[in-house]
């Protein structure tokens, strides 16, 4: 019988691989292991892929900034960088940097993390009035000895830096937040609107890959709540030998399971990227089940050496957006229950 689930799996495999005109990365990935017959976790050399870029929900300008860097020599690094910076400077993105929504105290406070192809990673968490926190994170990975620094010390430690301080709740946030007190109900809440977190991950013309993961968290937390989206193998990580993977959703479920880490060591015991996204989802549910509400959501991305992807979360709703070389196109995510 075909399973509402399986029916949409395949339909999105297909229209991938019509829209694109490359094959589908469960597809490639099944046919060649059936072929070979060889042990799926012999990655051996890969075949030449192209320049991949993904994010998490539609942010087209991200993947196309990123892609432009790569296009013209640039790192993975660089363009995952210079991708999300597109998203923590759109005032209308209310998930991320400029614009974020703020916590219950009306404060904007800001997560990011970054990771490159040799595995070095810097993170800032807890971050306020700095609009490019992926900057400050990138900085923390290559001027400092450590990994992640945490509000005022991330602050301080970004203005010696030469970042700028600045206001980042804007006039719809700041009228939202006003609206949401008059109940104060406290219900942190993801995926309330169409962008959301941005994860992006990219293979660079070297074959390289690296990853970026930035929000201002889960509206109207608790002052001083920290998400997954900083957290190295939570909201994201990366190994070149294997792939990368992001998360996106309420964080404290992807933070007990470390599922970024958990999607790219599926990959490496030779699951498709599909697949690993799929396993680390179900662990979710069958884990936490009792404590999700209807509308809870987690979406995991993933990416792997050879250029193959797969995205799947808990509930219809999350979306993605992939660009191979110059083309583009938006998926709407295989998704659980
Ligand atoms: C967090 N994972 O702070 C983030 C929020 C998010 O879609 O991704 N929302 O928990």
């Not at 990771?115 to 990673?121: L, Q, T, Y």
């Not at 030998?241 to 007990?256: D, R």
């Amino acid at each position: 019988m075909v399973t509402r689930r399986k029916f949409f799996r395949n339909t999105f495999l297909a229209s991938f691989a019509m829209g694109t005109g490359l094959t589908s990365c469960s597809q490639s990935a099944q046919s060649e292991d059936q072929k070979d017959n060889q042990p799926s976790t012999d990655f051996g050399t890969p075949p030449p892929v192209l320049p991949t870029v993904i994010a998490t929900w539609k942010n087209e300008k991200a993947v196309a900034k990123a892609m432009q860097v790569i296009e013209s020599g640039g790192r993975a690094l660089d363009a995952v960088e210079a991708g999300v910076k597109e998203t923590e400077a759109d005032p209308e993105d209310q998930s991320v940097g400029y614009g974020g929504r703020p916590d219950r105290d009306g404060i904007v406070t800001l997560d990011a993390c970054i990771m490159d192809e040799k595995g070095n990673a810097g993170s800032v968490c807890f971050l306020q009035n700095i609009k490019h926190p992926i900057s400050v994170a990138r900085k923390v990975m290559e001027v400092t000895p450590h990994v992640m620094l945490c509000g005022e010390g991330a602050l301080a430690f970004a203005l010696e830096q030469g970042f700028q301080e600045e206001d980042l709740l804007t006039e719809t946030s700041r009228q939202e937040w006003e609206e949401w007190k008059k109940d104060s109900k406290y219900e942190p809440k993801a995926n309330i609107e169409r962008h959301d977190t941005i994860g992006l991950l990219a293979i660079d013309q070297q074959g390289h890959i690296s990853g970026a993961c930035t929000t201002s968290g889960m509206a109207y937390k608790l002052h001083g709540r920290v998400g997954d989206s900083p957290i190295i193998g939570a909201g994201l990580y990366v190994d070149d030998e294997v792939g990368g993977a992001c998360a996106t959703g309420v964080g404290e479920m992807v933070m007990k399971t470390l599922g970024s880490f958990l999607v790219v060591e599926l990959m490496r015991l030779g699951k498709s990227p599909q697949e690993a996204c799929e396993e680390a989802v179900n662990r979710i549910i069958k884990k936490y089940k009792d404590q999700m509400t209807p509308e809870f959501q987690i979406g995991y991305l993933a990416i792997n050496k050879r250029g193959e992807h797969g995205a799947y979360a808990v509930v219809e709703g999350f979306n993605f957006i992939l660009q191979k070389g110059d083309k583009s196109r938006e998926f709407e995510s295989p998704f659980a229950i």
